[in-house]
């Protein structure tokens, strides 16, 4: 059974390089050292994850699951206040790469073609409220705050942020002015899940239109986030030569900026993996351009924490807007009289005429009685 937990986290205070860059794993780090509970159900996360994939993977049947999204935009200036194109266009983003429909797939090596993965995983922005109420997904709240950091400010609309939707249901994305060193974080998969879970992308790294700065404009920061929000760690497994708990990604000794060329750290991590890093891998740190894979095992293992962590996601209507049904109380329904097109009385045994029938609450049908 989930649990829900508020975290304030008034005394997190990062020391970010100056190049741009993902605040994942300083985040998950920082929720597991300040709460318990979360910090054994992370712990869980790979063990449980591994036997799903070793008892599931081999009958995962060809499914389509949509992510209903809401997009917290926060602003102070006009600047932040991001259009309705600039939002779609990251909509669009994901569900092109999360499909593998993305134009750049070209760029994939052909030594990957064979693993770059259909995630089968598509994303819509939520057409229907938590309270059954009709919506365009986006929410647009002005905030005197400032760049926000990595805390509890930004999921609280009592600190100058917005509250989120309810986080089983609804992918949370918070678009905001961010602290500089910044691109994105994202909160983790558990059993556990905390008031913020979600997504926080900096307004200038959001879609692919309007406002969004290179190289940082192709809307992959989004996609690595929702990487994460969905259970992979970083290719190089946030440590040297580290473990990002997916068989078929590359040993690599550390992450890649900018754009490299093939092979890029050939031999790396005393492997024989001549083809090098895979460095155009959607959880690499390189340039957005530079991006357009996920593998067959990345694939796996959010398919799993979607059905272990997050199954709300595998049957819902947000997508859709709510239809208003209006029930007709028939009980209190009578016939008053049956007429021909001349408007004379005619009996309902009259047949192969055209007759209607004439209710009170002043309803008519129209029926023909064929012989």
């Not at 300040?34 to 060809?62: D, G, L, M, P």
């Not at 995983?121 to 409220?129: G, N, V």
């Not at 754009?259 to 895979?278: K, L, Q, R, V, Y």
């Amino acid at each position: 059974m989930k649990r829900f937990f508020i975290i304030t986290l008034a005394t997190l205070s990062l020391t970010l390089p100056a190049q741009e860059k993902c605040g994942t794993q300083e985040y998950i780090k920082y929720l597991e050292k300040t709460n318990t509970e979360y910090n054994i159900a992370r712990e869980k996360v790979n063990f449980e994850t591994r036997n799903w994939i070793k008892e599931n993977s081999h009958q995962i049947k060809k499914s389509i699951i949509t992510i209903p999204v809401i997009v917290h935009v926060l602003w102070e200036t006009s600047t932040h206040n991001i259009s309705d194109a600039q939002i779609q266009s990251q909509i669009d983003v994901l569900n092109e790469d999360y499909r593998r429909n993305n134009i750049d797939q070209i760029n994939t090596p052909n030594v990957w073609n064979s693993i770059a993965a259909d995630c089968e995983i598509e994303f819509c922005l939520a057409a229907t409220d938590p309270n059954g109420q009709p919506t365009t997904g986006i929410e647009r709240i002005q905030t005197t705050h400032g760049p926000f950091g990595m805390n509890s400010d930004i999921h609280t609309s009592s600190a100058g942020g917005a509250d989120d939707w309810p986080n089983d249901d609804y992918l949370n994305i918070w678009v905001c002015d961010i602290q500089s060193g910044l691109l994105g974080y994202a909160s983790g998969a558990s059993n556990w899940i905390s008031n913020g879970d979600g997504l926080v992308i900096g307004y200038k790294y959001f879609g692919t239109t309007g406002v969004v700065q290179p190289p940082y404009h192709k809307g992959r920061t989004a996609t690595h986030e929702i990487g994460h929000w969905l259970n992979l760690e970083h290719v190089w497994g946030d440590a040297n030569c580290g473990d990002d708990q997916v068989n078929d990604t590359p040993t690599q000794e550390e992450e890649n900026y900018g754009c490299p060329s093939m092979p890029h750290n050939a031999n790396s991590c005393g492997s024989t993996n001549i083809n090098g890093d895979m460095f155009m891998n959607y959880m690499d740190y390189t340039n957005d351009a530079c991006m357009n894979l996920f593998t067959e095992g990345q694939k796996i293992r959010m398919i799993s924490t979607i059905v272990q962590y997050r199954s709300n996601m595998l049957n819902h209507n947000l997508c859709n807007p709510p239809t208003e049904i209006i029930e007709q109380n028939s009980q209190n329904k009578k016939l008053i009289k049956i007429i021909d097109v001349l408007g004379r009385e005619s009996s309902p045994l009259d047949i192969n005429k055209t007759l209607f029938y004439i209710y009170n609450d002043r309803s008519v049908e129209k029926k023909i009685i064929f012989k």
